[in-house]
């Protein structure tokens, strides 16, 4: 019979795991907020309309860990629509980053 895995070595494996998605997830976001911005700037697309839309998905998102990032993320973006003034370019922002996995040991990856 094999040894058991303990319950640390599994939450770590899955932190990392989580902490790879969110990675991925911030790229995501930027290349959508770069994306956005161009279009706002063109005027292709208005911040008001845009807003409503990533409000209602941010209460669509459901009630547990992976729903919380989720919002989280439509939250940061929110803000940053709410902060798009008319005839002035799109403001940049720091790039998104994940809160802290409920339960777990760090939000921060380590070092490479």
Do not use: K
């Not at 994306?35 to 700037?41: G, I, M, N, T, V």
């Not at 973006?77 to 994940?98: C, F, G, T």
């Amino acid at each position: 019979m094999a040894d058991p895995v303990s319950r640390d070595v599994l939450r770590a494996v899955l932190e990392i795991r989580d902490l790879r998605h969110n990675e991925t997830h911030a790229a995501l976001l930027a290349l959508f907020q770069g994306l956005a911005a161009e279009l706002l700037d063109a005027g292709a697309v208005r911040p008001g309309p845009l807003l409503g839309r990533v409000e209602m998905a941010a209460q669509a998102t459901a009630n547990e860990a992976h729903g919380e990032t989720a919002r989280h993320m439509l939250n940061y973006v929110a803000e940053w629509l709410r902060s798009v003034q008319p005839d002035l370019p799109v403001p940049y922002r720091e790039a998104w980053r994940a809160p802290p996995i409920a339960g777990g040991t760090s939000s921060e990856p380590e070092e490479r």
